[in-house]
């Protein structure tokens, strides 16, 4: 497939005018200028006539296909509240790609998600990252386990106090996550020390913890205040873990402290009230402040709590609130690629990636512009000029 006569969102943010976009099954094979392409017989051309191809467009922290639309108790698989350690749950266990919030999510241009547990527990488990096109969870991943999902904070304590067991303060919650950690090294360290016939006896929550330990995958740590935002470096640091903050949603207070200490913030929901304690200091200028200063941010709908379909126009509303417009499409595409550790797929438009890809004739953070064009892994999923609209794979 081929794409013509496009511009082009390159990867340091610049627009790249007359470009063409070559397509070899599910990859991209170039990107160039037209006045060098050779246009072969027989190739299915798509003529962008002056679009933006972008790259898709990525969430890298949602609960999409854990919490499934239109059901309660029956189609919520997001948080296993009956113990407050469960780094041995996997995502892909849970995600029902049916689920109709899929559709939509293709539907915005939203190729790629990380999704996963939600934040009742202080060691919630394993994310996947995935394409959002597919009907069978194995055949989307882009990569599992992701990130390991902490949770610090309001979430855990109210969950736990509800129960009368802990934990119920920010003490205890720091304390069983450490505590876990701490055996996880611990049964490494005897794995590797112990003869085999001494070996320990298999242990699935420092299995699953293991992949974090060796810095093969990050720690995403849900933290609003700033002082469980300091925390979750803390640990982080005292463990040497890769980590970002999701939410952050007191950073902007921190921002130069949070730069310098290398932190990664994953930003949002921005569409929402502040409907607890931890959300009365909620921002959108949020985002901004923290790019400013240095932090890199990516911008997140942490769906459902806003419609995944609207992750555009989150990156909309944070550059009105003052975000530059290029660093905010950055948030959505090669940052949270980043982040997460898949840039080696997605998040921008350069051969050897993943062709997840996305044209739009007006601005993609606008409320009123939709994408014209969405390919997700070499397939059209959507051409609204010829009336193409696929379900998923």
């Given at each position: 497939?081929?794409?013509?006569?496009?511009?082009?969102?390159?990867?340091?943010?610049?627009?790249?005018?007359?470009?063409?976009?070559?397509?070899?099954?599910?990859?991209?094979?170039?990107?160039?200028?037209?006045?060098?392409?050779?246009?072969?017989?027989?190739?299915?051309?798509?003529?962008?006539?002056?679009?933006?191809?972008?790259?898709?467009?990525?969430?890298?922290?949602?609960?999409?296909g854990?919490?499934?639309?239109?059901?309660g108790?029956e189609?919520?698989?997001g948080?296993?509240?009956t113990?407050?350690?469960?780094?041995?749950?996997?995502?892909?266990?849970?995600?029902?790609?049916?689920?109709?919030?899929?559709?939509?999510?293709?539907?915005?241009?939203?190729?790629?998600?990380?999704t996963?547990?939600?934040?009742?527990?202080?060691?919630?488990?394993?994310?996947?990252?995935?394409k959002?096109?597919?009907?069978?969870?194995?055949?989307?991943?882009?990569?599992?386990?992701?990130?390991?999902?902490?949770?610090?904070?309001?979430?855990?304590?109210?969950?736990?106090?509800?129960?009368?067991?802990?934990?119920?303060?920010?003490?205890?919650?720091?304390?069983?996550?450490r505590?876990?950690?701490?055996?996880?090294?611990?049964?490494?360290?005897?794995?590797?020390?112990?003869?085999?016939?001494?070996?320990?006896?298999y242990?699935?929550?420092?299995?699953?913890?293991?992949?974090?330990?060796?810095?093969?995958?990050?720690?995403?740590i849900?933290?609003?205040?700033?002082?469980?935002?300091?925390?979750?470096?803390?640990?982080?640091?005292?463990?040497?873990?890769?980590?970002?903050?999701?939410?952050?949603?007191?950073?902007?207070?921190?921002?130069?402290?949070?730069?310098?200490?290398?932190?990664?913030?994953?930003?949002?929901?921005?569409?929402?009230?502040?409907?607890?304690?931890?959300?009365?200091?909620?921002?959108?200028?949020?985002?901004?402040?923290?790019?400013r200063?240095?932090?890199?941010?990516?911008?997140i709908?942490?769906?459902?709590?806003v419609?995944?379909?609207?992750?555009?126009?989150?990156?909309?509303?944070?550059v009105?609130?003052?975000?530059?417009?290029?660093?905010?499409?950055?948030?959505?595409?090669?940052?949270?690629?980043?982040?997460?550790?898949?840039?080696?797929?997605?998040?921008?438009?350069?051969?050897?990636?993943?062709?997840?890809?996305?044209l739009?004739?007006?601005?993609?953070?606008?409320?009123?512009?939709?994408p014209?064009?969405?390919?997700?892994?070499?397939?059209?999923?959507?051409?609204?000029?010829?009336?193409?609209?696929?379900?998923?794979?």
């Open positions: 497939m081929l794409i013509i006569n496009a511009v082009v969102f390159m990867p340091d943010g610049t627009l790249a005018q007359d470009r063409f976009v070559r397509i070899a099954g599910t990859r991209i094979e170039a990107v160039g200028a037209m006045e060098t392409l050779v246009l072969p017989e027989g190739e299915p051309v798509i003529d962008a006539a002056g679009a933006v191809v972008y790259p898709g467009f990525i969430d890298a922290h949602t609960h999409l854990m919490f499934e639309d239109g059901l108790f189609g919520d698989d948080n296993e509240d113990d407050p350690c469960t780094p041995h749950l996997r995502a892909i266990d849970a995600v029902n790609p049916l689920d109709r919030c899929f559709q939509e999510a293709r539907e915005a241009g939203i190729t790629s998600v990380l996963g547990p939600g934040s009742a527990n202080p060691i919630g488990g394993q994310f996947a990252a995935i959002t096109d597919g009907k069978c969870i194995d055949d989307m991943i882009i990569r599992a386990p992701a990130a390991m999902k902490f949770a610090l904070g309001e979430n855990p304590k109210s969950v736990y106090h509800d129960k009368s067991t802990a934990p119920v303060t920010r003490m205890a919650t720091s304390a069983l996550i505590e876990q950690l701490y055996k996880a090294k611990d049964y490494f360290t005897r794995k590797q020390d112990c003869e085999e016939e001494d070996q320990p006896e242990d699935m929550k420092s299995e699953s913890l293991g992949p974090l330990l060796r810095g093969e995958i990050p720690a995403q849900h933290a609003h205040r700033a002082d469980d935002i300091f925390t979750a470096v803390r640990l982080a640091r005292e463990f040497g873990l890769n980590y970002s903050i999701v939410h952050c949603t007191q950073g902007y207070l921190a921002a130069e402290e949070l730069a310098q200490k290398g932190a990664c913030a994953m930003c949002g929901p921005i569409i929402s009230d502040r409907c607890k304690p931890e959300l009365r200091d909620s921002t959108p200028a949020n985002p901004g402040l923290l790019s200063a240095g932090v890199k941010v990516c911008i709908t942490d769906h459902p709590e419609p995944i379909q609207y992750l555009p126009l989150c990156a909309g509303i944070a009105r609130a003052g975000m530059d417009r290029t660093e905010a499409l950055k948030a959505i595409t090669i940052y949270p690629a980043e982040i997460a550790g898949i840039s080696d797929r997605v998040g921008s438009v350069e051969p050897g990636k993943d062709a997840d890809l996305v739009f004739r007006g601005d993609p953070l606008s409320v009123e512009a939709g014209e064009c969405v390919i997700i892994s070499g397939r059209i999923i959507l051409d609204k000029r010829t009336g193409v609209l696929n379900e998923g794979n």
